[in-house]
């Protein structure tokens, strides 16, 4: 049975008005807590020493407060750390800090496991065990700024660890919101990248957001065959449709959307696909981050030489194309793209792949 009780870190600053003042507190109280959730990170009510003791007595009796708990942490030569976080209910999710992209980042997952069964990514083997709840999504972040001590640097946001946020839209859109807040961290929608496979009709609804982060489309093939292929899932979907409507999506300017494309050898890595790609691009304000798989037991595809890396990425900027290759972290600690993976259900972290 669901607890009734409100989760304070899964409201909003105005929904948590309405839970203090519902009981009999004055409104600014809302924001004292907001602060010391989001922006401290702190877990709970008896840590907010600038409330009353009767108020956190009427909190900690009326509402809970979820947090996910970090329960492994492991460090790469590199300086990317990866964070198993336990939940509420004992599953596990992962997310990784990466130092110096150039920026400070955080890759949080937005769902455990994921539905989208990409063949190259591990995450994907794993199937959907369940949404996240935006308390489980923003408080990945909050968690990770208090143990990295960096609730008042400036650091980016991406949602590229498990899961595809767009399938967990609304949790999704109130994590991103919670994060924005200026109560708490504060983090603005050109600090956060959203990466999908594509999901059109999401991609529509949030192009009308208010709220719109960089948008990052995993395409990683060019032509429809060699794409269902890869991500199953897209079966329905041409690429000429995903390409359109990356080209109504809302651009401010000087923005661009990333294309993702994860090289596997002999697959999507042919001059001919180069030649695909920078016709389809054409028009469009986009960078191409290329992604060489990260080989991994059980992913039946392998990653091209070096050589091969630079011809592909030549041949885009030759088109005309800006392209980037995406240098691998955490490889020796799975956390690189693709390599998030919790074996059989709430339980160990194993790794492997982009
Ligand atoms: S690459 Fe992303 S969308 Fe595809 S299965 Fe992995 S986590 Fe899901």
């Not at 009353?52 to 329960?71: E, F, G, K, N």
């Not at 004992?90 to 990784?96: K, L, N, P």
């Not at 983090?187 to 990248?193: G, I, S, Y």
Request: aromatic letters at 4%; charged letters at 25%; glycine letters at 8%.
């Amino acid at each position: 049975m669901s607890d009734p009780k409100p989760d304070l870190a899964e409201l909003e600053p105005a929904e948590l008005e309405t839970v203090v003042t519902g009981l009999g507190a004055k409104r600014f109280h809302a924001q004292q807590i907001f602060r010391w959730l989001h922006r401290r990170g702190h877990e709970r009510v008896d840590q907010m020493t600038d409330l009353s003791q009767s108020l956190r007595a009427q909190l900690d009796a009326a509402c809970t407060i979820t947090t996910p708990s970090v329960t492994d942490r492991v460090r790469s030569a590199d300086g990317t750390e990866k964070f198993l976080f336990t939940l509420g209910d004992g599953r596990t999710i992962e997310s990784v800090f990466i130092p110096d992209t150039p920026a400070l980042t955080f890759c949080v997952s937005t769902q455990v496991g994921c539905a989208m069964r990409c063949g190259f990514c591990l995450t994907g083997k794993m199937g959907l065990t369940r949404h996240l709840t935006a308390g489980e999504i923003a408080g990945q972040v909050r968690v990770l700024a208090r143990e990295l001590d960096l609730q008042d640097s400036r650091f980016n946001i991406v949602l590229m660890g498990m899961g595809e946020p767009l399938h967990n839209y609304d949790a999704t859109m109130k994590a991103l919101r919670l994060l924005a807040a200026p109560e708490g961290l504060a983090v603005t929608p050109k600090r956060v990248t959203l990466s999908t496979v594509g999901l059109l009709p999401a991609m529509a609804k949030l192009s009308e957001e208010p709220w719109i982060p960089n948008l990052a489309v995993s395409l990683h093939a060019t032509t429809d065959r060699v794409r269902h292929e890869l991500i199953p899932t897209s079966r329905q979907q041409r690429i000429a449709d995903l390409i359109n409507a990356c080209r109504r999506f809302p651009l401010k300017h000087r923005d661009r959307i990333t294309f993702e494309y994860v090289l596997l050898a002999g697959v999507n890595d042919t001059e001919a696909d180069a030649t695909r790609l920078v016709g389809m691009l054409r028009g469009l304000r986009a960078k191409v981050n290329l992604l060489p798989l990260n080989e991994a037991p059980g992913i039946p595809f392998s990653r091209p030489s070096d050589e091969q890396v630079d011809r592909f990425a030549r041949g885009l900027a030759r088109g005309g194309v800006n392209v980037s290759v995406r240098k691998s972290r955490g490889r020796d600690i799975g956390a690189a793209c693709g390599q998030l993976i919790i074996e059989g259900g709430p339980q160990r972290t194993v790794a492997a792949a982009p």
